[in-house]
């Protein structure tokens, strides 16, 4: 069953602008991860929050996890146009012998025009 | 550098043409993963390996089956394909333990005629 749903499905915005995407989910969860995908090729991983965290930052990237809320946000500050991609976010749920496996949401489709 | 490479990047196959796609790793992660991901949706687990143990998700359609015979290599086998299994098909692998990212190849794009 699909965990993640995702928002906005697609942003179009203008460099230099930040890009806020946000995700939600629905069982507990270990971890929380955000992948980046550009057109035509695999996911390349971009950040790990663990359930006890709240807020993880990375160059121009800052994610926020509130568990009990059950969502996670993305921001891209300071957005390029090499930013353009889809941008997924994954949960590891708390099940059994489960660990390791993801569960991805739709995606958010990411134009940065220049 | 270390990376996880498949091959062919696009394989056309005729319908009910077995097919195979191939998945290699340098990372020496003991998982490794498939997903199937169709056009502007989620990639979608097939299965998994832990080491040599193989896991089939509960909705992955019997024409599907995988082999891995060493740590490096993992093959995904489509016994008689669908118009319905045209997609990409992205490998995965990672490290055991709960707070393991996923490291990906960059996919093989299955077309069907």
């Known amino acids: 069953s699909q965990q993640g749903e995702e928002d906005p499905q697609a942003l179009s915005i203008q460099e230099g602008e930040n890009a806020t995407m946000n995700c939600s989910y629905k069982?507990?969860?270990?971890?929380l991860q955000w992948y980046r995908q550009n057109s035509g090729r695999g996911l390349v991983h971009l950040i790990l929050?663990?359930?006890?965290?709240r807020e993880k930052h990375s160059g121009r990237l800052r994610v926020t996890l509130d568990t009990s809320k059950k969502s996670s946000s993305l921001l891209i500050t300071a957005s390029r146009a090499a930013d353009t991609a889809s941008y997924f976010c994954?949960?590891?749920?708390?099940?059994?012998?489960?660990?390791?496996?993801?569960?991805f949401g739709q995606g958010t489709e990411l134009s940065v025009k220049p | 550098d270390a990376m996880v490479i498949q091959n062919p990047r696009y394989q056309v196959t005729q319908f009910g043409k077995p097919v195979t796609l191939s998945c290699s790793q340098t990372?020496?992660?003991?998982?490794m993963y498939w997903y199937q991901q169709k056009s502007s949706q989620a990639p979608k687990l097939l299965f998994h390996?832990?080491?040599?143990?193989?896991?089939n998700e509960a909705d992955t359609p019997d024409n599907f089956q995988s082999r891995r015979p060493n740590t490096s290599f993992c093959f995904l086998d489509i016994r008689s394909p669908g118009l319905g299994d045209a997609a990409m098909y992205l490998c995965?692998?990672?490290?055991?333990?709960?707070?393991?990212?996923?490291?990906f190849g960059d996919g093989t794009r299955l077309s069907i005629l």
């Open positions: 994954a949960t590891d749920a708390v099940s059994g012998n489960q660990g390791g496996k993801l569960i």
């Open positions: 390996y832990y080491d040599k143990d193989f896991n």
């Open positions: 069982t507990s969860i270990n971890n």
């Open positions: 995965a692998t990672s490290r055991t333990g709960t707070y393991q990212p996923q490291h």
């Open positions: 990372l020496n992660h003991n998982v």
């Open positions: 929050i663990r359930s006890n965290e």
